[in-house]
T-cell receptor, first 113, second 114 residues
């Protein structure tokens, strides 16, 4: 079964607004990552947050991680039409060697101008 | 620096056939992972290869197999295709020796099984 579950499944906003997506997972992790996918294409890595970090920023992106609640959120500020895409959280497994990530089913973000 | 290259981009097969997909990782990346993406199941991990050895394996039947060559290029094979194997197959590579680091994805191979 999938470890990460995103919420909401779909989100529609206007340009300039903020978009918040949430992710929950089930087991202990080393880190959590967020990826973006434009329709039918490969995924692009956005940000990685380690289990001992609580918040991380990258440009207009802000990610939080709460390991006690096994949850993370991705905030995109001042959204643009180009941010329209699907967003996935991905987790590894604690003490697992290698890069076998477990992805959630994603949040589809639509930003209209 | 060239990205992850997957070939072919699109593939149409019929039930019972077999298929081989190819992936060339970013130069210097020794880990290659494969994922299957479908509307119903989402992204699911197939397997990961590192230095020609399978390091991790997902929960897929034995019809799904892969290998990695000495130049880090990887192939995955699906035998006796079923309708449910229709999916976008994504390959990803990551840096040498790094574990649990970010993945660089190719554009995928869209497989349709008729």
């Amino acid at each position: 079964s999938q470890q990460g579950e995103e919420d909401p499944q779909a989100l529609s906003i206007q340009e300039g607004e903020n978009a918040t997506m949430n992710c929950s997972y089930k087991t202990s992790i080393n880190n959590l990552q967020w990826y973006r996918q434009n329709s039918g294409r490969g995924l692009v890595h956005l940000i990685l947050i380690r289990s001992n970090e609580r918040e991380k920023h990258s440009g207009r992106l802000r990610v939080t991680l709460d390991t006690s609640k096994k949850s993370s959120s991705l905030l995109i500020t001042a959204s643009r039409a180009a941010d329209t895409a699907s967003y996935f959280c991905a987790t590894d497994a604690l003490n697992q060697a290698g890069t076998a990530l477990i992805f959630g089913k994603g949040t589809t973000l639509s930003v209209s101008s | 620096k060239a990205g992850v290259t997957q070939t072919p981009r699109y593939l149409i097969k019929t039930r019972g056939q077999q298929v081989t997909l190819s992936c060339s990782p970013i130069s210097g990346h020794r880990s290659v992972s494969w994922y299957q993406q479908t509307p119903g199941q989402g992204l699911q991990f197939l397997f990961e290869y590192f230095s020609e050895t399978q390091r991790n394996k997902g929960n897929f039947p034995g019809r799904f197999s892969g290998r990695q060559f000495s130049n880090s290029r990887s192939e995955m094979n699906v035998s006796t295709l079923e309708l449910g194997d229709s999916a976008l197959y994504l390959c990803a590579s990551s840096k040498p020796t790094a574990t649990n680091e970010k993945l660089f994805f190719g554009s995928g191979t869209q497989l349709s099984v008729l």
